[in-house]
């Protein structure tokens, strides 16, 4: 369960990016931020690990304070997807892999890459469970296709049996067929775990279908709340018609504002 | 999209900038005078003048006539051919045993001695080993390589904490970060000569003091190049690794060490070579291995054994560069 209470985030440069948030997300949904560029999504969901720290507000994860203090018994309970991939590329999958259990790992242990025998068994579960083959387990990242390198990620985020999954545009680098893919893999890898996903997208109708629940945001509110199916053209209009505002007068950052600008003109 | 209140310029009258600034030319004249002011004080001119006087002197066949010309030729005479064999002259004749030689050498009643003009001034009853004395600079090559590898692994050993606290986002500190990149500035600036000095004073000459030198010199630039490359590394899987609640150590290890190995093994082989060069030099100053015969020999004007040293140098560092490289490729691997 994650609640925000007020939740505020305001940046050095002055920019808003998440204003008096207030929301509950249950255990084990599949919750999807809706929103074009500069929307807020982003900070919204590193509110939750930290990444990114409230200026006013509160945000709580399974009912513990989301404060420096209690981030070492936070973080390792939290895995993240990332919209880069952010994967290590002159490493190999397995050690990529390997990599996301290292809260779990002592230092000793990790220095010297001494992985239990169990968690390296796991991790060729989960590397099987995302759709990649023995033969990929000694391969660099670097060697793998944009795709291909998000599965190893989601393997990597569900290593630790994490109680809630960050997607932070988990697709917006890799074409809609293999969007479709990703996002059905980290739907279904959710529910057979009964993890909560937070997932910040800017597509509406992927949203739609895969999502357990929208919110939609528009200059760091929240404008939209409720079911897939009750998200009509003319409420994602409007969620849009705020980020469209908003980058003409903030500074546009490549690639996902060109995703959110396609997504855009196709409603 | 058209919020805007003046009417944007169409593109035909866009100001385009001229690639050669009147600045540029500005700056070119200063630093021109700037370089003709020095080149008088460094005697770059007198430097270039006596080089073109000998080379005249040269082609007019009248090499005498240029003193520069004149230095050159009593080297080079002498240089060549490299003296490769030694000699020990035989003190008793009476009791000279011929079973006992070692291996290839031999008795020569008239081995000729020359003065440092290459002429003959003596003749002398000794054992002569034909490649006496190369053996001999190659063993000191060694000394002097095993020097250089101590001083390599003594630097990396210095510059890990100082690359660990040396870089902005490990460091724990400001004041850390502070005093790790100043050790490393003041390491880098006192030249290996003077610490070899210095730490002969505390040692006693030798291998140990040239040791020292080499691996607190070149800490300098290890520290500062190890710590400015993880301070440039991709933030993406450091950022993943830290979201999880990694520790720094750990990030460290498996998202930077990573990516920056290939760097850091280009930096150790590059100072590996470099330690085999100023080993050589640090010889002079008495710290071990084969500079102490170069500066010897030097000083007496044997200036075919001087040759002989600095052609096996080459060679050496031209062997091990291959050798490096070939390691280099096996550890990176693509």
Known sequence: MIRFKAARKRFADGTVAVDDLTLEIPAGQFCVFLGASGAGKSSVLKLVNGMVQPTSGRVEFDGIEVVPRTYREIRPRIAMVHQQFNLVLRSTILRNVLAGALPGTSTTAAMLSLFPAELQQKACRLLERVGLSEKHLYRRAAHLSGGQQQRVAIARAFILDPTLVLADEPVASLDP??????????????????TTVMCSLHQPDLAREFADRIVGLARGKVIFDGLPDQLDEEMIGRIYAGARAARETAEDDGPVALGALTASEAV | MNNDTTTPKPAAEWQLRSVYSTRLFALLAVGAVLLAISAHRS?????LADSGRAI??????????????RGWLRFLSQAFPLVIASYEPIENPEEFNPDTLPAFAYRDTKYPIKDTMGDVVRYVDAVVKPIGYLTYVGGLLVQTIEIAIWGTILSVLISIPLAYFGAAGYTPNKFSYNV??????????????????????????GAWAGILALG???SGFLGKFFADDIENA????????????????????????PQVMPQFLAYGQYILERNVRSATVLGI???????????ERWKQFDYGHVSTILLAIFITVFILEQIAQRVRARLIGE
């Open chain 1, 177 to 194: 067929e293999i969007s479709r893919g990703i996002l059905q893999l980290l739907r279904d890898a959710s529910r057979e775990s009964g």
């Open chain 2, 43 to 47: 005697e770059v001119d007198k430097g």
């Open chain 2, 56 to 69: 005249v002197a040269v082609v007019r066949g009248k090499p005498e006539s240029s003193r520069v010309a």
């Open chain 2, 180 to 205: 790790a990149r100043a050790i490393c500035n003041m390491n880098r600036a006192i030249p290996e000569l003077i610490a070899a000095l210095v730490f002969a004073v505390a040692y006693g000459q």
């Open chain 2, 216 to 218: 607190v010199h070149t």
């Open chain 2, 234 to 257: 991709a933030k993406g899987p450091q950022e993943a690794l830290a979201s999880t609640g990694a520790n720094k150590l750990k990030v460290l290890r498996y998202a930077v060490l």
């Open chain 2, 285 to 295: 100053v008495g710290a071990g291995g084969i500079g102490v015969e170069l500066n």
